[in-house]
Each structure stands twice: as C-alpha cells, then as structure tokens.
C-alpha cells in the first residue's frame, strides 16, 4: 500500500534553497583558494633531467651519477629511478620544480650538474648504462674523480 508524501512547506524549501547556496558558495570559495594558492605560492611540477655520466666506487655496488638538470634555484633533483636487467642498467633522474604553478615564475635556462650516488642490486660489472630519459648509452668512468674533472 502506497503512503502519499506531504508537500512541502514554503519554510522547508526556503531552508533547502539556503542550504544549497551555502554548499555552492562553499564549494566556490574553496576552488578560488585552491586556484590562488597555485598562482601566487605555487605547487610542486615534477619533471626529469639527464645522465651525464656514471663513475664506479670502490663499493662494487655504488655507482654516482653525474645528472644535468636546470637551473639550481628553480630545479631539484627528486631522486633517481633505477631499473635494472643482465645486461643494462636504466637510470631515470626525477626533478622537480618547487613552485613550478606560480605565476611569476621565472627559471634561467641555465644546465647545472649534480652528483648523486646510487646503490645497485647487483655489482655494475659489464652491464651497459642507459639514460631511460634520452633512451643514450652513458659513459662509465672508472673513478669518481675522473668524473668530477670530466664535468
């Protein structure tokens, strides 16, 4: 058996009608913070950089890398991705750009080398090093200083 349902009052949907524009108006006033906050103080945007070259240490293990990025201070090395197989070692060097949503944001076009040691899973040995970024075989020094003073 059907029940019927009472029409509503004038002062139910006046309280319904308020509640709306309340949420609405919330919902408004949170996406303009959301789009101020990124043009004026900026989120973070994650990019990659390159390898230069890889230097072998005297941990059979460890390698360091020599990465391109941008300009110091505006870019940030984020890490560095490592996959590995028999034969290659890929790395993907992981950047970001701090405030890079900021509307007067302004980065030099300025490359800047950084050094950031890796830890393999297994010794380096023969395997060739590939820059997953550029898909190019990087250079394999046998020390770090060789790679410090080839930079």
Partial sequence: ??????????????????FTLSALGGVALLVVGV?????VVGFPVPGTGTVAAVARTDQERDVVVRAVIGDPGCEELTGIDVTESATQVDLTV??????????????HDVATFVYHTVRLDAPLGDRTVLDDTTQTQVQVLDSVTDLTNDG
């Fill in 1 to 18: 058996m059907a029940t019927a349902v009472p029409p509503m009052g004038e002062e139910h949907r006046r309280r319904i009608r308020a």
């Fill in 35 to 39: 789009l101020t906050f990124a043009l």
């Fill in 94 to 107: 992981r950047t970001s750009i701090p405030n890079g949503t900021r509307w007067d944001l302004t980065c």
